[in-house]
């Protein structure tokens, strides 16, 4: 599973609270966006068919989905609905170079460094969050401008203690 995607269910083995704070984002239901009849006052607006079924339009699928094209990543809305919205790994990198190096059942303290140098993105930078936050969303003008420090605040799940402490 090195370098490919594993889902957000295997993050939710150990991470139950971040997960359970996730599911109630914006970015973990982003992909009903594509879906007809949702938004459709705001794709009137950027003159999207407020009617059309966007859930196969490849331009809108990486930003609706987490490691489309990728190993491990979405596919499509029926072969792996489970990558549908933006998760864990939209924002971590692909956990399968990082997942199983740190966790080790009769010691479960490890260093976030571990993960970290196998590929673990932590924390998130900018960079990741303007892959999709950027001008080339219909929804924002050429003037868009995306306030890092602002919308990390907001949050895309609850930055809660993590249970054991790992050293950085």
């Not at 295997?10 to 971040?18: A, F, L, P, S």
């Not at 196969?56 to 930003?63: A, F, I, K, N």
Request: aromatic share 8%.
């Amino acid at each position: 599973s090195q370098g490919q995607f594993v889902g957000p269910g295997k993050c939710k083995e150990c991470h139950k609270e971040q997960y359970a704070s996730w599911k109630k984002t914006k970015m973990a239901i982003s992909f009903n966006a594509l879906r007809p009849g949702v938004n459709a006052k705001e794709k009137q607006m950027v003159g999207l068919d407020p009617d059309k079924d966007y859930t196969h339009d490849e331009p809108c699928l990486p930003c609706h989905t987490t490691g489309y094209g990728l190993v491990g990543g979405f596919i499509s809305i029926e072969k792996t609905p489970e990558m549908a919205g933006i998760s864990c790994e939209a924002c971590h990198g692909h956990g399968g170079s990082y997942v199983n190096t740190v966790m080790d059942p009769k010691n479960p303290t490890f260093k976030t460094s571990t993960a970290r140098e196998a590929g673990l993105v932590y924390p998130p930078t900018e960079n990741v969050c303007r892959e999709c936050h950027n001008a080339r969303s219909p929804f924002v003008g050429q003037d868009y401008k995306f306030h890092f420090d602002e919308r990390v605040k907001l949050g895309t799940h609850e930055h809660l203690h993590l249970k054991y402490e790992h050293g950085m």
